[in-house]
């Protein structure tokens, strides 16, 4: 696609976000508070960036209300420890597709964006969202691991687990169980199993996975906000690694015109990773990392992921994504060297 007019697209967006009073990393320090265009749950600054599941499914069952149906949330099956797993679901267009949020407990913030996308997308009758609607179908699992959740851990509940990923008796590694290969009614992973259901019966074009990192400086010494990457398997199909790599460049550039520095990923190959997974399975897979910067940023990495979120959906509703040249992505710098924190720290040691 030309270039111009995804810079136009992805301005107006940028314009949404600097509606939420939100400044560039490197100036902002404490946040201002929302300003009256926000959406009611940034407005103020009373996002929560960690809700309980509780909290979870009062406001999911309070956006499916206030939309009239036009989000629908369905739950997909139960964690080991019985707390629920939601699907959320905007729109009936001909584009399906599925966002992942928090399969790792500890790696909260896509959960919130996700709320706030829902409430964007779903709540209102402009023609804008009207419009969204009808070209894309969104399906998001908010919190894919609630226990891990809960617990503050990386891993799912299992204190049984001698897991090959994982940890002994704490839980799965959820995201090295969606291997094509195992089925469902097998995974060990009992969260990844729902997720696999839940992926077939809605079969995505694009699948992107909300993740977080330690913190890394790229090779000025600006710090690297967010991290993408495509499949990196080589039997992923090449059609497949190409849209991949347009929903990567569309999510980047979105998240830098709000004032995101955005790298490449470094993930491995192996096929239980969501990012390899759902790429061999056919769709167009994407993993996004947001570093975690602290809780002074939260606010700001939250708005990061829901531009991503709503950048994606609306380049693909409008055909600008599958316009967009593949090879942009290559381009994306390279993520560079770690900068230790404590917080940064126990989030670095694992892939995604
Ligand atoms: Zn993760």
Redesign the pocket.
Known sequence: MRKSRLIVVLSALALAVSSFGLAHPATAAPETSGTTSAPDTMRGGRIDPHPSTAELTRELQRLQWRSRGAVDVSEIGRSNQNRPVWSARVGNGPLRIMYVTQ??GN?PLGTPAALKFLETTGVGQSAWQRWLRSRVTVDIIVRANPDGSELNW?YNYDPEADPEYGEAGKGYDI?RYHSPILAPEDNPATEAGLIQRHYAEFEPDIMVDY??QGRYADADGEEITASVMWPTRPDVRADMVRLAKQVSVVAQRAMDLAGANVSQYPGGNYEGIARNAYGLRGSGSVLI?FSAMGPEHDRQQIASAWVSMIGIAQSGASGSLQRVDPTWAERIPPRGEPIRTQAASALAS?G?
């Open positions: 399969q790792h790696e990386r995201n993740h977080m990392e694992h995604d």
